[in-house]
Nanobody, 130 residues
Framework: QVHLMESGGGSVAAGGSLTLSCRVP????????VAWFRQVAGQAREGIAC????????IYADSAKGRFHISRDDAENTHYLQMNSLQPEDTSVYFC???????????????????????WGQGTQVTVSS
């Protein structure tokens, strides 16, 4: 069983920043694209950002463009989602996920989709107050 583990969630005032971390078992998922999603209770899980296996390619949802930055540090087996200019509508549970059957690449010109990803973390809560 492959487990991913998110951390870094918390509460922040509007306009603030948070950086989420995701520990990924590199041995099993070294050549996987990794993505971040978020979900509000009762709503569908939304793809936010994706990074290719070698970090050369990234893609962002419109809601994240210009504010969020995805990165990876394979030496630390960790992926990051830096979130700036947070707004109350960013309040959600954030998940990281790895896709073992994507050829290591993100979807072109489209936010990541849940069905493409095989391994998930348990999620971390982000709350933004107005």
């Amino acid at each position: 069983q492959v487990h991913l583990m998110e951390s870094g969630g918390g509460s922040v005032a509007a306009g603030g920043s948070l950086t989420l971390s995701c520990r990924v078992p590199i041995i099993q998922l070294k050549y996987s694209a990794v993505a971040w999603f978020r979900q509000v209770a009762g709503q569908a899980r939304e793809g936010i950002a994706c990074i290719s296996y070698n970090g050369d390619s990234t893609i962002y949802a419109d809601s994240a463009k210009g504010r969020f930055h995805i990165s990876r540090d394979d030496a630390e087996n960790t992926h990051y989602l830096q979130m700036n200019s947070l707004q109350p509508e960013d309040t959600s549970v954030y998940f990281c996920a790895a896709g073992a059957n994507l050829g290591g690449q993100c979807r072109r010109n489209a936010a990541p989709a849940t069905y493409e990803y095989d391994y998930w973390g348990q999620g971390t809560q982000v709350t933004v107050s107005s």
